[in-house]
């Protein structure tokens, strides 16, 4: 049977959304994920998909960084217009896989059809990511450079630790997007990040020029050294909403 996007439900949910919103500054406000990802209280809407992340392990620089950054969002004025991810989730987006909500032609593997069950996309891409091992190093170290605040969420933008870094990884999706057979306009260009919250109600210009200034303290005062985050191997993974991921399997590497 046919694949229905969940369009009305999305509307529905957005409707809601707005008329719970305050306004903002005497112009109409767009809060992306709400509708999508989350309501307007910051509950987790049903999202399911795959993708192709590395999970922060406990105790390691990156998790430690984040858990300071997410204490921070917690006590910041605009802790209320944010649903903050649980620490537990926290991971870098090597490559994105599908999602019930971008069923397009750009955001799917070519080689199936749009209204493939999200089941069938992940058995497709596990037989794909597992016919041969990938190049990639152990640990990939990233440098962690800003945090970003915008209308859709909260994010530590990092890149890699230095320039052979960086190639490995855009190499390693690269050599993801080929077998997937996914080709988004956006690939080349994709930042990598960590993602800390979404964005669930319009934030106030001060309360945000005032958080982001902190945290950018916070950034500042770290020594070089820990601006290093190295990370494990990428995971494929399954999700049901952006609280949880379940890892299927490492991709394979090279000896």
Known sequence: MAYTAPTTRRLVLSAIAGSLL????????????????FDAS????????????IPLDHGSAAATLMATLHDALADSPIARQLALLPVSSFHMTVFEGVNDHDRTPQNWPAALPI????????????????????????PI????????????????????????????????????????????PSHVRYGFH???????????????????ARID????????????????????????DMLAFTPLF???RQS
Do not use: W
């Open 250 to 252: 490492p991709l394979p």
């Open 141 to 184: 170290v990233m440098r962690a450079r800003d945090l970003s605040i915008t209308d859709r969420g909260v994010r530590l933008n990092v890149t890699g630790f230095d320039d052979t870094q960086e190639s490995a990884i855009r190499h390693l999706r690269d050599e993801i997007a080929a077998r997937l057979a996914i080709h988004r």
């Open 22 to 37: 305050p306004a903002c500054s005497g112009r109409a406000a767009t809060i992306p994920e709400v509708g999508r990802k």
């Open 115 to 138: 209204d493939a069950p999200i089941a069938t996309v992940t058995q497709y891409a596990a037989r794909a990511l597992t016919a041969t091992p990938f190049d990639y190093p152990q």
């Open 42 to 53: 910051g509950t987790a809407l049903p999202f399911h998909g795959n993708t192709i992340i």
């Open 217 to 240: 303290a916070l950034l500042a005062e770290m020594p070089t050294e820990r601006r290093a985050l190295p990370l494990g191997a990428p995971r494929f993974c399954t999700y049901d």
């Open 194 to 212: 960590m993602s800390l919250a979404y964005t669930i109600a319009p934030l106030d210009p001060d309360a945000r020029a005032r958080t982001q």
